[in-house]
T-cell receptor
Framework: EDQVTQSPEALRLQEGESSSLNCSYT??????LFWYRQDPGKGPEFLFT???AGEEKEKERLKATLTKKESFLHITAPKPEDSATYLC???????????FGTGTLLAVQP | DAGVIQSPRHEVTEMGQEVTLRCKPI?????LFWYRQTMMRGLELLIY????????DSGMPEDRFSAKMPNASFSTLKIQPSEPRDSAVYFC??????????????FGPGTRLLVL
């Protein structure tokens, strides 16, 4: 059965304190792994798509990496505005469906 | 682009009443998705359409839920009769193409449903 597990469930950082969020997945025929950011009361906002092991993508203070079993979202020198829930999702072969993890709630304190 | 538009943004109703949620996808997008988000289960796909045709409704919880897409710019998700356990945030998302390549889904702001 396809499964996505995110850890930790919640993370509190001081401004400038770098860290990583983990997304472990089990899926047959991965087509893509997606990272989204969700602010309270809003819909998920697209961040990255990774397609194959070894791939990396960056956007401002965020960098996403992918292996055959997991993905990491690295946050370098975070700011309070990076506080949000970060969601990971996988898309498997021959389907347009996304399977989401339950997310990591990130709080960055000034 | 206005993005995905959902209405209403909030809905409070009583158990047994019919609820209709509405979605307008991004213009030109051919795939549309309905999700439900709860604290316990996270984001779950209910149903998705390609070119207005339902492709996979395996996530629809039961017969009380139904979804339609009468044209490329409008979809509804209906719950009849509603129950308190249906309380959740319902999201609509759309993506550009036919699903043959990895495609990004763009989400609307959601409808917060509370069934009393």
């Amino acid at each position: 059965e396809d499964q996505v597990t995110q850890s930790p469930e919640a993370l509190r950082l001081q401004e400038g304190e770098s860290s990583s969020l983990n997304c472990s997945y089990t899926v047959s025929g991965l087509r893509g792994l997606f990272w989204y950011r969700q602010d309270p009361g809003k819909g998920p906002e697209f961040l990255f798509t990774l397609y194959s092991a070894g791939e990396e993508k960056e956007k401002e203070r965020l960098k996403a990496t992918l292996t055959k079993k997991e993905s990491f979202l690295h946050i370098t020198a975070p700011k309070p505005e990076d506080s949000a829930t970060y969601l990971c999702a996988v898309q498997r072969g021959a389907t347009n469906k996304l399977i989401f993890g339950t997310g990591t709630l990130l709080a960055v304190q000034p | 682009d206005a993005g995905v538009i959902q209405s209403p943004r909030h809905e409070v109703t009583e158990m047994g009443q019919e609820v209709t949620l509405r979605c307008k996808p991004i213009s030109g997008h051919n795939s549309l998705f309905w999700y439900r988000q709860t604290m316990m289960r996270g984001l779950e796909l209910l149903i998705y359409f390609n070119n207005n045709v339902p492709i996979d409704d395996s996530g629809m919880p039961e017969d009380r839920f139904s979804a339609k897409m009468p044209n490329a710019s409008f979809s509804t998700l209906k719950i009849q009769p509603s129950e308190p356990r249906d309380s959740a945030v319902y999201f609509c998302a759309s993506s550009p193409g036919q699903g043959e390549i990895q495609e990004t889904q763009y989400f609307g702001p959601g409808t917060r449903l509370l069934v009393l």
